[in-house]
């Protein structure tokens, strides 16, 4: 067996019958890794075919050489079968054959495997709810977990790691201008593009300040930042301490007196809670900046009556209420962001999966707590 | 030894050890001595390091309790650290270098200026013959040398107590034997207490005063006392093939 034009095999399976009761595989010649593909296959398909109760002996004693990972493969079909409840063992091996089969545990009892019942897809649904009513109650008792910590450092500020606060501040900040201002740009730009083919119909063109102004500050300012700086710092946040936990860095700052809740957690989201409104503050910024592109180059406005119209239908308080929706929503980044990065286990894999689910479950609540907010406001009447 | 006399520095009482759905070790009952050089053995897997944590506060026992000097370890982040710890990883923080990372407990829990700090970071890196080093981030060390970084933070505030992951696994023959002279010296000169878990008999034989042996299957402590005299006269075959590097008596 030198190349593949040569299909010439160095071994054969050959079912033959025993006794009355059973049957048995008759193995041939070398049995080598090479061939292991074709091997499994051939077997397999016998092995199928074996009904409980019977047997399915396989006969070694024409067998040259069996290697280690062919042997392998027979012993987890053997092992197979006996859990089907056929009856199968090697048989004929000679002395050194019988080595590797005990090597590779092909003599011992394999105990009939008792049939767990498929968990239907109630029972599935049922376990999914749960587990995410599992992570909400987890992330609700870290941001009890944090309030209590919060008041301690009211009381002793220093023991929090301020060191830890500008830098990241740095990062989640100062880094994320452009992408800020590029997107938020774009939304007001794009947003307003299509308001102005509607607007232009009825002779509103003037309209347009109205429309960007207050869906930028109220909405999309505080919630498109949010998305950009959940995506960027509350990943990264994430990845970095499920890799400190993952690492046992976390326990051994805890053994050194660091909670992790003041060492790590508090810097953090204290400098999203920084940040965000500045950066909010930008993006209502570009992207009335945008809009104001779309007004004068095909809406016939000039900017000083976009900006007169703009005061007019912007208030105040609409831009407050977004910064302090933006507030919540750091708040939102930095605690699940947080929450799950220590909540990590098991190695490079688990980062990555907290990685994932941090970014989805921050995103489903800042959606959620969007919302919550304009539901409020509006009944309000704010 | 008088036990009235001397109360033990870590006690153990009926302690078990695991998670909901695996038990390690359960009604394991223990004490450490001050002054000791204490020992944990086992096969691979068996649970010392879980005891390890569980000794520590860091994993929380399923039954029994721990006391280290009479107090039971609840929440260990509050407070100077009472102990020094070195985990099996090393779990240096890979953000700081080495010299931070040992004069981080230091700033936090000293008065101690700068100079003062970096002194004794000096001399705790040259206590594991690793001069030299305070400027390195642990991803630039090798697996030996960030063991010995993360013993010579554990031993930053002078604790009277320290637990040992497995201190010299990994570590050339040499620089292991340098190592259970460090901690005989540590031991006799400065009186540290050392609970130490590790595979290596030489070590064991070396250092060791005390020690218990767990046992993964029958979730119990299946030895415990003078390693020499379990060598030499324990019955039980787990026992004997271990001290002996034997596979005699295993499944
Ligand atoms: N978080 C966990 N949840 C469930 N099982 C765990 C967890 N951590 C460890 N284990 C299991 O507990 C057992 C004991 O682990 P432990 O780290 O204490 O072993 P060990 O005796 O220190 O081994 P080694 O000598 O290899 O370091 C292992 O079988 C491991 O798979
Ligand atoms: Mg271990």
Same mark, same amino acid.
């Given at each position: 067996? =030198?190349?593949?034009?040569?299909?010439?095999? /160095?071994?054969?399976?050959?079912?033959?019958?025993? !006794?009355?009761?059973?049957?048995?595989?008759?193995?041939?010649?070398?049995?080598?890794?090479? !061939?292991?593909?074709?091997?499994?296959?051939?077997?397999?398909?016998?092995?199928?075919?074996?009904?409980?109760? *019977?047997?399915?002996?396989?006969?070694?004693?024409?067998?040259?050489?069996?290697?280690?990972?062919?042997?392998?493969? =027979?012993?987890?079909?053997?092992?197979?079968?006996?859990?089907?409840?056929?009856?199968?063992?090697?048989?004929?091996?000679?002395?050194?054959?019988?080595?590797?089969?005990?090597?590779?545990?092909?003599?011992?009892?394999?105990?009939?495997?008792?049939?767990?019942?498929?968990?239907?897809? +109630?029972?599935?649904? %049922?376990?999914?709810?749960?587990?995410?009513?599992?992570?909400?109650?987890?992330?609700?008792?870290? +941001?009890?977990?944090?309030?209590?910590?919060?008041?301690?450092? +009211?009381?002793?500020?220093? /023991?929090?790691?301020?060191?830890?606060?500008?830098?990241?501040?740095?990062?989640?900040?100062?880094?994320?201008?452009?992408?800020?201002?590029?997107?938020?740009?774009?939304?007001?730009?794009?947003?307003?593009?299509?308001?102005?083919?509607? =607007?232009?119909?009825?002779?509103?063109?003037?309209?347009?300040?109205?429309?960007?102004?207050?869906?930028?500050?109220?909405?999309?300012?505080?919630?498109?930042?949010?998305?950009?700086?959940? *995506?960027?710092?509350?990943?990264?946040?994430?990845?970095?301490?499920?890799?400190?936990?993952?690492?046992?860095?976390?326990?051994?700052?805890?053994?050194?007196?660091?909670?992790?809740?003041?060492?790590?957690?508090?810097?953090?989201?204290?400098? =999203?809670?920084?940040?965000?409104?500045?950066?909010?503050?930008?993006?209502?910024?570009?992207?009335?900046?945008?809009?104001?592109?779309? *007004?004068?180059?095909?809406? !016939?406005?000039?900017?000083?009556?976009?900006?007169?119209?703009?005061?007019?239908?912007?208030?105040?308080?609409?831009?407050? /209420?977004?910064?302090?929706?933006?507030?919540?929503?750091?708040?939102?980044?930095?605690?699940?962001?947080?929450?799950? %990065?220590?909540?990590?286990?098991? %190695?490079?894999? *688990?980062?990555?999966?907290?990685?994932?689910?941090?970014?989805?479950?921050?995103?489903?609540?800042?959606?959620?707590?969007?919302?919550?907010?304009?539901?409020?406001?509006?009944?309000? !009447?704010? | 030894?008088?036990?009235?006399?001397?109360?033990?520095?870590?006690?153990?009482?009926?302690?078990?050890?695991?998670?909901?759905?695996?038990?390690?070790?359960? $009604?394991?009952?223990?004490?450490?001595?001050?002054?000791?050089?204490?020992?944990?053995?086992?096969?691979?897997?068996?649970?010392?390091?879980?005891?390890?944590?569980?000794?520590?506060?860091?994993?929380?026992?399923?039954?029994?309790?721990?006391?280290?000097?009479?107090?039971?370890?609840?929440?260990?982040?509050?407070?100077?650290?009472?102990?020094?710890?070195?985990?099996?990883?090393? #779990?240096?923080?890979?953000?700081?270098?080495?010299?931070?990372?040992?004069?981080?407990?230091?700033?936090?829990?000293?008065?101690?200026?700068?100079?003062?700090?970096?002194?004794?970071?000096?001399?705790?890196?040259?206590?594991?013959?690793?001069?030299?080093?305070?400027?390195?981030?642990?991803?630039?060390?090798?697996?030996?040398?960030?063991?010995?970084?993360?013993? #010579?933070?554990?031993?930053?505030?002078?604790?009277?107590?320290?637990? &040992?992951?497995?201190?010299?696994?990994?570590?050339?023959?040499?620089?292991?034997?340098?190592?259970?002279?460090?901690?005989?010296?540590?031991?006799?000169?400065?009186?540290? @207490?050392?609970?130490?878990? @590790? $595979?290596?008999?030489?070590?064991?034989?070396?250092?060791?005063? $005390?020690?218990?042996?767990?046992?993964?299957?029958?979730?119990?402590?299946?030895?415990?006392?003078?390693?020499?005299? &379990?060598?030499?006269?324990?019955?039980?075959?787990?026992? $004997?093939?271990?001290?002996?590097?034997?596979? #005699?008596?295993?499944?």
């Amino acid at each position: 067996m =030198l190349t593949a034009t040569h299909p010439e095999r /160095s071994f054969s399976v050959e079912p033959t019958a025993s !006794d009355p009761s059973g049957q048995q595989l008759r193995l041939h010649g070398s049995l080598l890794f090479p !061939d292991a593909a074709t091997i499994w296959s051939e077997l397999r398909t016998h092995v199928d075919l074996a009904a409980r109760g *019977g047997t399915l002996h396989l006969e070694m004693s024409d067998v040259q050489r069996v290697d280690g990972g062919v042997m392998a493969l =027979l012993a987890h079909l053997r092992a197979e079968l006996q859990q089907r409840g056929v009856q199968s063992e090697f048989v004929g091996a000679a002395a050194a054959l019988q080595e590797i089969i005990h090597l590779y545990r092909g003599d011992v009892v394999v105990g009939e495997r008792k049939r767990r019942k498929a968990r239907g897809t +109630l029972d599935q649904l %049922g376990n999914a709810t749960l587990a995410l009513l599992h992570e909400a109650q987890a992330v609700l008792a870290f +941001l009890g977990e944090m309030v209590i910590a919060a008041i301690g450092v +009211l009381r002793a500020p220093r /023991s929090v790691n301020w060191k830890e606060l500008t830098p990241t501040m740095e990062r989640s900040g100062a880094d994320a201008v452009p992408i800020v201002l590029l997107i938020n740009f774009l939304v007001g730009m794009v947003m307003a593009f299509q308001a102005a083919v509607q =607007l232009k119909q009825f002779g509103a063109n003037i309209f347009v300040a109205d429309l960007i102004g207050i869906s930028m500050t109220r909405e999309l300012g505080p919630l498109m930042t949010a998305i950009v700086i959940c *995506g960027r710092s509350g990943a990264a946040f994430a990845a970095e301490l499920g890799s400190m936990k993952v690492n046992e860095e976390i326990d051994a700052l805890r053994t050194m007196g660091f909670g992790p809740m003041r060492f790590l957690v508090m810097p953090r989201t204290l400098a =999203l809670l920084l940040v965000m409104p500045v950066l909010t503050l930008l993006a209502d910024f570009v992207g009335v900046l945008g809009g104001l592109v779309v *007004g004068l180059s095909s809406l !016939d406005l000039t900017s000083s009556i976009y900006f007169t119209e703009l005061q007019k239908a912007v208030s105040l308080w609409d831009v407050y /209420s977004g910064l302090l929706k933006s507030m919540v929503f750091a708040l939102a980044i930095g605690l699940i962001a947080c929450q799950q %990065g220590l909540a990590t286990a098991g %190695g490079a894999e *688990g980062v990555g999966r907290r990685t994932t689910s941090s970014v989805v479950i921050t995103l489903f609540t800042l959606i959620l707590i969007d919302a919550t907010f304009t539901v409020l406001l509006r009944a309000l !009447d704010l | 030894m008088n036990p009235p006399l001397d109360p033990p520095l870590i006690q153990v009482t009926d302690l078990s050890i695991g998670w909901d759905d695996v038990i390690l070790q359960q $009604h394991a009952n223990f004490q450490v001595a001050r002054g000791d050089v204490f020992v944990i053995l086992g096969s691979s897997g068996c649970g010392k390091s879980t005891m390890l944590r569980a000794l520590i506060g860091l994993e929380r026992p399923l039954a029994g309790e721990v006391s280290i000097e009479g107090a039971v370890s609840t929440r260990i982040e509050t407070g100077a650290p009472p102990f020094g710890v070195m985990f099996q990883s090393g #779990a240096l923080l890979g953000s700081m270098t080495v010299g931070e990372n040992i004069a981080l407990p230091l700033q936090e829990w000293t008065q101690l200026p700068p100079p003062a700090i970096f002194a004794i970071v000096q001399a705790r890196l040259r206590l594991v013959g690793m001069q030299g080093s305070e400027d390195k981030l642990p991803s630039e060390l090798s697996g030996g040398m960030r063991k010995r970084a993360a013993i #010579a933070r554990a031993m930053a505030l002078e604790p009277s107590l320290v637990f &040992l992951d497995e201190p010299s696994a990994g570590l050339d023959p040499v620089s292991a034997a340098m190592l259970d002279e460090l901690i005989l010296t540590l031991n006799t000169k400065l009186g540290l @207490t050392l609970v130490v878990v @590790t $595979h290596d008999l030489d070590s064991i034989f070396k250092i060791a005063k $005390h020690c218990i042996m767990l046992d993964r299957d029958s979730m119990s402590i299946i030895a415990s006392g003078d390693p020499r005299a &379990l060598r030499d006269s324990s019955s039980d075959p787990r026992v $004997h093939d271990f001290f002996n590097r034997s596979t #005699a008596h295993a499944p």
